[in-house]
């Protein structure tokens, strides 16, 4: 099994609608700043942020072992994923350049889903940014891309995102296999939700 769990195909119109919206990402308001889809020319500053243990042992989308070939690699799957309106990868940077945090958003059009993972720097964590980000992030990919279905998976043992998804009240779907790029795989919870769901769920959180 993988994911999306649920699969409704969609309409060729809604279809490229999604992918539309994807192709005209720019960036993401987000709590820690505003964020800008990643280039090429930020394999050094991306490469910095992914060589942090903290970071990237627990991302398994996160080619190991971290080297700049291996962060031009994925910078250039995500662009041409967002080519196709099926990807895009976002991080906030600092004045200096060094990247506070990223995003990777995954995108099957055909199907109305998306998936979502990303980071923050160490040091700023714990600083109650995550469920704030979390909220903020859902909203954008039901209303900016207009999908209908969100998914999450984290590794059972990575208690911070299992306890933050679950708090959302996100569906746990069960287990799915996860592939890295190298082609290594691991045992995944999975969550779903779709856009009427968390319409009402918001109502709680905002209530």
Known sequence: ???????????????????????????IDRP???SRVVQLSDVDALLAFFSLPQVSDPIYTIEKPVTRDSVARHIARKLAAQEKGEGVLTAVFDEGGQIVSYMDHQIWPEWSAAEFGGAMRPERQSRGQGGVGIVQSVNWVFETLGVHLLCFTAAADNHRSVTLIDKLGMRRMGEVTSTAPNGATRQSLVWEMTRDEWEELRKGLTG
């Open 1 to 27: 099994m993988s994911i999306p769990v649920t699969r409704e195909r969609v309409s060729p119109k809604t279809e490229e609608k999604i992918r539309q919206n994807v192709r005209a990402v720019t960036g």
């Open 32 to 34: 820690d700043g505003a």
